[in-house]
């Protein structure tokens, strides 16, 4: 396998490697969508992310990586594995982090009839495609913008309903496919359309580092990476344990953490003040506020964690405004700084 | 140390000689226009200079994706009755050259599989049955053929490391390198430099240098000065040196920085932080050089290499024409120059799956979906042969029921096609309320595939403002500054809304031209001024627009309404309407009409 270059090596970009962690914690925050100049290491920071996350538990021998103890559904096989024994055998496996290419052709996106076997003992085998891969792990599209409307519209179906169906000639499957979208583009290039950028829980800007030093910064690691992978891996993969254990971590304070009335009553002021549509963008923002509270291992949610996740929990749901030129970044800043009062900005 | 080596050529003929070093580490070229036995030169060269064996291809222009990808090899598959995959385009160059002509027409597919190549060596297939990856370790020859003002799109300039114009010069070098004798020598170079690759040295200041050079020339890509530090690094190696030089980080500066300069050096920028400085002499007439650095270092002593040095570097290499732009750009603001149009798809134009179906009448048969759908059929029609057909050799027994043809999609939003006068007085107020309506539309109809488009006509031509977009960022900054003032060439006018309007319609979008105007043309078809020739010329390029069966609108906004504004409309059989004080408000909404009108008539 190609070596992935270490998470814990990426030079700032501070906003986007969080909201990577946040839905590692927490799936159900639904996708990142990192829009961005070019070269700034988007693509590199998701497959990172593919480096670090703990393995996961799933079901021996099943070809969609059910979950054995069967949270969320099951596919046909597993269902009956279920009910014929007791045990199930489990394996750990690495989470899945699948690349979906804009070239990619909607059978292999969906999954279609096997030719091969088809053809050659007469069977109608069905052979998963990329969303059964990417089921409870991270379906990454870069260039989504560019994703023509047809593939869009399959990820939006299998993204809202956690599940693939698959009706083609002759086969007829259906299997769980919940995964976590991780989408990057130029806006410059193509607008998104807006019900995909919907389906995105945070949105993050990505610009180059403005200051020398960290370019630089940026340079002698990459540099150090291609000369040298596996020293440059062995350097950082203390930190990345570290990040793996505190996303362990994390994860497991999750039930139990509370979020005040007063915390919730900031949020849907937040989103009446800015009229983001739907409940979309508050259920994100509690989401994405108890993750960071869990990642920094507090038991409450405050309004602080609320205010450093505003910005990416909102700001694609913001309409927009053609008489009001202001980035959406600042729109969501400035409907903080009016609600909270004068309390800094996040950077 | 190693024996003399021979001075290296002038940046043309060198960068053939820096790829064969690091071919993938450098990513490729961009060849500013070459001729074709200059581009088949510099192939040649690269070539012979990569290790033996080593692949070169070229990439066909509207290649399909099965062939840049992989994907089934057909005849083998039918053959033996087993999925055969066959590697494409991408993954045979694995190791090699890759020569992509017209490089600026490439299309979205195309464009981010070979990204995807360089960025990680390799080429991911998820294509009509088959899920694979393979090696693409290639080193991309672009050539940029573009017209006027398309791009090679910056998401390929930005991966490679070079942007060259071959000269005269270069030719020449590349020529006196074919003799045998120098021919071996180069090889035998190249050899060594790419064994001693792995070992080269880069001391952290010249990291540094790097840094700021690119900062001070505006190059903001992190990837740009990445480049620039491995073309260091093979510039030394192919000099003999184990370690990055001065003068190594000097040619790389001005191989891979200077062509992505966007802006000059502010002077000296010693302290930012310190009180301004006694104010400059106000009355110098040239913008100030950039500051020769200080004089305190001497000729080979080796000390603290500052970023001054490189920027001179590349200062001193940045093309000639180059420095007016930069200052013309500064002015107008943003960036010139457009991305290539984007053919929706490469692959298949706008493909929306397959039905059953007899290949006829046009209709393509979908191999691979005629195969599947033929497939869980093979036993059946094996054992029991329907009818007494004489014994079948064939190992796939494909019926007349399974087969299946190509579905596309017809049309995919509309096309609007602002065209305003930008001629005389009026022009300003024009342009502002086409730029008002124009964003009007962008910011309501983005969730519709329509894309807007403005071409401004004024003195003796068109321009093209703002290609066809939907993306409402672009479409600003470049709206921000509209030129405005001169002569009425409407003839020109109607033969650019006609080329914009098949563009278009190639494109699968329906196009409909908005002309802004008051109508009264003075500038004939051969550019020169006079109304009746020009009135002439005018009436024929609309009836052009009628005989396409292009959907347009003529809004005429002189004061009492125009009499030559409403024989060009009627010519062009488009609608007209009088609207002399045309807000961006007013114009949005009837273009909004014109838009359904014109998806009503069905074109």
New interface residues.
Partial sequence: MRPVYPFSAIVGQDEMKLALLLVAIDPSIGGVMVFGDRGTGKSTAVRALAGLLPQMKVVSGCRYGCDPQGNGSRCDECQRRALSGPTIKSILAPVPVVDLPLGATEDRVVGALDLERALTTGEKAFEPGLLARAHRGFLYVDEVNLLEDHLVDLLLDAAATGENVVEREGVSVRHPSRFVLVGSGNPEEGELRPQLLDRFGLAVDVKTPDRISQRIEVIKRRDAFDRDPTAFMTHWSKADGKVRRSIEKARGRLEAMAVPDDVLERAAALCATLGTDGLRGELTLLRSSRALAAYEGDDVVTDEHLRRVAAMALRHRLRRNVLDDAGSTTRVERAIAELWGDVACVA | MSPVLPDLPGNGALTALLLAVDPH?LGGVVLDHPHHEQARAYQQRLHAALPEGAPSRRLPAGIT?DR??GG?DLAT?LAT???VAERGVLAAADGGVLVVPMAERLA??GR??LA?AL????I?V??????ETHGARVCLLLLDESVEDELVH??LR?RVAFVIALDGRAMEELRDMDAPEVDRQWRQQVRDARRRL?TVT?D?GW??A???T??AFGV???????LA?RCARAVAALRGRLAVSESDAERAAQLVLAPRATRLPVPPEEAVDTPPPEPPPQNEATPPEPEPPDESADPGEPKAHGGELLREAVASALPAGLLAQLLARAQAGGSAGR?GEETP?L?RGR???ARSGLPRGGARLHL??T???A??????RASSPAKPLPPSRAR?RVRREDFRIRRFIEKTGTTVIFVVDASGSSAIHRLGEAKGAI??LL?ES??R?DRVCLVAFRGSGTEVILPPT?????ARRVLAALPGGGGTPMAHAMDAALEQALAARRGGSAPLVVFLTDGRANIARDGTPGRPRAEQDALAGAARLAQQRVASLFVDTSPRGDAMARRLAEAMHGRYVRLPDASAEALGGLVRTAMVLANGEGG
């Fill in positions: 580490g994706a840049l990808y089934v598959t009755g087993r999925l979205v597919a981010t599989a995807a960025d990680t060596g390799s991911q998820a294509r009509e049955g088959i899920a910056p998401a930005d792995p880069v952290d990291v540094r790097l840094c700021e690119a900062d903001d890509s992190v990837r740009a000065v990445l530090l991305v798809n692959l493909p929306r799956g691979l979906e195969l599947r759908a497939a869980p059929w093979q036993r059946v796939v964003e009007r910011a983005y969730a595939r939907r993306a409402l960022a672009r």
